[in-house]
Protein backbone atom coordinates (compact mmCIF):
# COMPACT_ATOMS: atom_id res chain seq x y z
CA UNK A 1 0.00 0.00 0.00
CA UNK A 2 1.62 3.55 -1.17
CA UNK A 3 2.09 6.21 1.84
CA UNK A 4 0.92 9.29 0.73
CA UNK A 5 1.21 12.74 2.73
CA UNK A 6 -0.02 16.14 1.16
CA UNK A 7 1.85 19.51 1.32
CA UNK A 8 0.22 22.46 0.76
CA UNK A 9 2.20 25.07 -1.01
CA UNK A 10 2.19 27.41 2.05
CA UNK A 11 3.52 24.51 4.58
CA UNK A 12 6.24 23.35 1.54
CA UNK A 13 7.19 27.69 1.66
CA UNK A 14 7.51 27.14 5.22
CA UNK A 15 9.83 23.82 5.44
CA UNK A 16 11.81 25.06 2.65
CA UNK A 17 12.47 28.43 4.70
CA UNK A 18 13.08 26.82 7.68
CA UNK A 19 15.42 24.03 6.51
CA UNK A 20 17.47 26.15 3.64
CA UNK A 21 20.77 28.15 4.83
CA UNK A 22 22.13 26.15 7.20
CA UNK A 23 25.52 24.39 6.44
CA UNK A 24 24.52 20.71 7.22
CA UNK A 25 21.66 18.79 5.78
CA UNK A 26 18.63 19.88 7.77
CA UNK A 27 15.19 18.08 7.89
CA UNK A 28 12.23 19.03 9.39
CA UNK A 29 10.35 15.90 10.97
CA UNK A 30 6.47 15.22 11.64
CA UNK A 31 5.94 12.30 14.25
CA UNK A 32 2.99 10.97 16.47
CA UNK A 33 3.77 10.42 20.17
CA UNK A 34 1.60 8.95 22.41
CA UNK A 35 -0.08 11.33 24.76
CA UNK A 36 -1.93 14.86 24.72
CA UNK A 37 -5.63 14.85 25.82
CA UNK A 38 -7.19 12.85 22.96
CA UNK A 39 -4.38 9.66 22.97
CA UNK A 40 -1.90 10.91 20.39
CA UNK A 41 -0.65 13.85 19.51
CA UNK A 42 1.89 15.54 16.46
CA UNK A 43 4.91 16.60 17.32
CA UNK A 44 7.19 19.16 14.91
CA UNK A 45 11.11 19.47 15.31
CA UNK A 46 14.39 19.19 13.26
CA UNK A 47 16.67 16.98 12.46
CA UNK A 48 20.13 16.79 11.35
CA UNK A 49 19.90 13.42 9.73
CA UNK A 50 17.57 10.36 9.13
CA UNK A 51 16.73 7.36 10.57
CA UNK A 52 16.83 3.59 9.04
CA UNK A 53 12.82 3.83 9.55
CA UNK A 54 12.16 7.51 7.83
CA UNK A 55 10.56 8.12 4.77
CA UNK A 56 11.73 11.61 3.01
CA UNK A 57 9.30 13.84 1.51
CA UNK A 58 11.69 16.46 0.04
CA UNK A 59 13.04 18.66 3.32
CA UNK A 60 10.84 16.16 5.42
CA UNK A 61 11.29 13.01 7.12
CA UNK A 62 8.87 11.25 8.88
CA UNK A 63 9.17 7.51 10.58
CA UNK A 64 7.25 4.52 8.78
CA UNK A 65 5.00 4.40 12.30
CA UNK A 66 3.72 7.86 12.28
CA UNK A 67 3.01 7.68 8.66
CA UNK A 68 0.59 4.57 9.47
CA UNK A 69 -1.09 6.88 11.43
CA UNK A 70 -0.91 10.16 9.53
CA UNK A 71 -1.46 8.37 5.95
CA UNK A 72 -3.56 10.46 3.81
CA UNK A 73 -3.51 14.00 5.52
CA UNK A 74 -2.68 16.93 4.23
CA UNK A 75 0.27 19.51 5.59
CA UNK A 76 -0.96 23.41 6.10
CA UNK A 77 0.47 26.15 7.64
CA UNK A 78 -1.54 28.18 9.33
CA UNK A 79 -0.53 32.56 10.40
CA UNK A 80 -3.39 33.48 12.51
CA UNK A 81 -3.64 36.59 14.85
CA UNK A 82 -3.01 33.84 17.79
CA UNK A 83 0.30 32.63 15.59
CA UNK A 84 1.57 30.18 12.79
CA UNK A 85 1.71 26.61 12.93
CA UNK A 86 1.47 23.40 11.14
CA UNK A 87 -1.94 21.85 11.08
CA UNK A 88 -2.17 18.39 9.76
CA UNK A 89 -5.79 17.41 8.74
CA UNK A 90 -5.50 14.25 8.85
CA UNK A 91 -8.56 12.25 7.98
CA UNK A 92 -7.63 8.64 10.23
CA UNK A 93 -8.55 10.41 13.43
CA UNK A 94 -11.73 10.22 14.79
CA UNK A 95 -11.82 13.12 17.00
CA UNK A 96 -9.38 16.02 17.93
CA UNK A 97 -9.35 18.65 20.79
CA UNK A 98 -9.36 22.13 20.27
CA UNK A 99 -5.31 22.85 20.04
CA UNK A 100 -5.18 20.37 16.89
CA UNK A 101 -2.42 19.05 18.07
CA UNK A 102 -3.97 16.03 19.92
CA UNK A 103 -5.95 13.24 18.41
CA UNK A 104 -7.10 9.77 18.50
CA UNK A 105 -7.70 7.67 16.13
Known amino acids: MTKKIEFTDRAKKQIEKITSGNDS ?8 K ?4 SGF ?3 FSFDNSRNNN ?7 VIDKTSLDIINGSIIDFKI ?5 SFVI ?7 SCGCGLSFSA
Not at 26 to 32: G, N
Not at 80 to 84: A, D, N, T
Not at 89 to 95: F, K, Y
Open 89 to 95: NNPNASS
Open 41 to 43: KYN
Open 80 to 84: EMIGE
Open 34 to 37: GGGC
Open 54 to 60: DILFENT
Open 25 to 32: KKYFRISV
